[in-house]
C-alpha cells in the first residue's frame, strides 16, 4: 500500500477534520510506481514522525494529492465501508425523498459531507425516475461499482446515469464521461421544479433549455 509522508506541521489541518491534502503539504510518496500512477489508489496518511493520520484516496494528477477516506487506523477502505456510506448518505436524506415533488432532483449524496469524497448524487422522480451521479475525485471514480450497486439497493431506483463535471474531472486527470451506469438513460428533456417553477432541462447535463 501507498504510504504519504506530511510535511512536519501540516498534519494539523488533518487532524482538525479537513478532508483535502494538498500536494504542497506532501513531502514524499512511498510505494510500488503502479500504485503511485494508480489514481485513486488507497494510501496510509503518516505525519513526519510516522504516527498514522488517515486512509486516503491518492492522485498524483490533481493538486489536491489525497481526499481523505477515514481518521481511524482501524477502518479498511473496501466495498464494506463505501456501500456502509452510500446507504447511511440515502437514509439521512430519506425522508426529504419520499416527500419530494417527483419532478424535483434531490441531493442524495454530498462528497465530503458523507465521507464520499468528490461524489454527487440526485434522485429525480423517486424509484421509477432516474439516479444521476457526479463521481469528481479519483476515490470514488475507482469504487464506482460498489457505489452504484449501492444506490440501486437503497433507493430501488434501477437507472442510474453518470453525468461528471468536465472541468472538475480535467483538473483531476481523469476521463470525461457521460453514460447509463445501470437501467436506461435518463430522456433528453424533463420537466423540473426549481423555485416553484417547472423548467425543461437535460437531467443527463444540467443544461436547462430556454422557454
Not at 470514488?140 to 450497486?149: S, T, Y
Not at 439497493?153 to 474531472?169: G, I, M
Request: hydrophobic share 40%; glycine share 8%.
Amino acid at each position: 500500500m501507498l504510504t504519504i509522508t506530511i510535511k512536519q506541521g501540516k498534519e494539523k489541518s488533518i487532524l482538525a477534520g479537513d478532508p483535502w491534502i494538498y500536494l504542497s503539504a506532501i513531502d514524499r510518496v512511498e510505494g510500488k510506481p503502479a500504485e503511485r500512477n494508480k489514481a485513486g489508489a488507497t494510501a496510509i496518511v503518516q505525519s513526519s514522525s510516522r504516527q498514522f493520520l488517515a486512509r486516503a484516496a491518492y492522485n498524483a494528477k490533481s493538486q489536491i494529492a489525497a481526499r481523505v477516506w477515514t481518521l481511524r487506523e482501524d477502518e479498511p477502505v473496501d466495498h464494506a465501508m463505501i456501500k456502509r456510506r452510500v446507504q447511511a448518505a440515502v437514509l439521512l436524506r430519506a425522508r426529504a425523498l419520499q416527500g419530494a415533488d417527483p419532478q424535483a432532483l434531490v441531493q442524495l449524496v454530498d462528497g465530503e459531507k458523507d465521507g464520499l469524497p468528490g461524489l454527487l448524487v440526485h434522485s429525480y422522480g423517486g424509484a421509477i425516475g432516474y439516479l444521476v451521479c457526479q463521481f469528481n475525485a479519483a476515490g470514488v471514480d475507482l469504487w464506482k461499482v460498489p457505489v452504484v450497486q449501492a444506490l440501486i439497493k437503497a433507493t430501488a431506483c434501477p437507472n442510474v446515469y453518470e453525468r461528471s463535471d468536465e472541468l472538475v474531472r480535467k483538473a483531476e486527470g481523469l476521463p470525461i464521461t457521460r453514460r447509463v451506469l445501470a437501467g436506461e438513460e435518463p430522456p433528453q428533456r424533463s420537466m423540473v421544479r426549481e423555485g416553484g417553477q417547472l423548467l425543461p432541462m437535460d437531467i443527463r447535463t444540467g443544461f436547462t433549455y430556454p422557454r
